[in-house]
Every structure is written in C-alpha cells, then in structure tokens.
C-alpha cells in the first residue's frame, strides 16, 4: 500500500505535468490516509483552482483551514498559502462574473422588450 508521501509525490508529479485530475485522485488518496494533515488539501484545491473548479477549492480550502495546528510552524506556513488560494478562487470567480455581465446583455433586454411591445394585438395574449 502506498504511504501519504508516496500518494503526494505522484499527485505532485502529475500536477506538474498538468494533469491535474490524476493529481487530485493522489491528493485525495493521502487525505484518505492522513486526514489532518493540511498540505494535501491545500494541492487538490489548487489543483482544482488549475481546472477552473474555483468554488470546490474554496471548500476544500476552508476544511484545510481547520486542519491546521497554531502551534506549528509549518502550519502556519500552510495556512498562509492556503488563504492565498482562497483568494486566487475568488478573484477567478469575480472575474467570470464580470465577463458575463456585459453591456450586450442589457442591449439584448432592451430589444427584447421593445419587441414585445411592437407585437401584432393578436398574439398578445399568447
């Protein structure tokens, strides 16, 4: 059976090959294998980030968070990074939210309306 280090070297390689959905299957492995240790939450979600997943790695991101331990050092470390992702998440989400909101859409509502409104008396009520 493989061991957390093993299942984060393979998820690690994989991710820099940019095959990012075999990393988060090793990712998963090592939570499933060491399910406190915060590091390997911290990958999936930017793995998850790397796919455009950004609203999975926010969660995966805040169970990371509870995983960590203040009176560790390199949790702290962890953490910081971890918040870092938070935000990478949420400005990739901000971001589509403005490309999708553009001034064609409201063009096309106007017109739209204004086509109802031109409508022949007969199809009014249809």
Aim: glycine share 4%.
């Amino acid at each position: 059976m493989a061991t957390y280090d093993d299942e984060k070297k393979r998820g690690n390689s994989y991710f820099q090959e940019g095959n990012y959905n075999k990393a988060i299957e090793c990712y998963n492995n090592c939570i499933l294998l060491e399910p406190n240790e915060p590091v390997a939450y911290s990958n999936k979600a930017m793995s998850l980030i790397k796919l455009g997943e950004n609203e999975k790695a926010i969660r995966v991101c805040n169970v990371a968070l509870t995983k960590i331990d203040h009176t560790c050092e390199p949790h702290e470390v962890i953490s910081r990074k971890i918040k870092y992702r938070i935000n990478l998440a949420k400005e990739a989400i901000d971001k589509v939210r403005q490309t999708t909101q553009t001034p064609t859409d409201e063009i096309c509502n106007n017109i739209i309306i204004r086509e109802v409104d031109k409508l022949p008396e007969e199809f009014v009520g249809l």
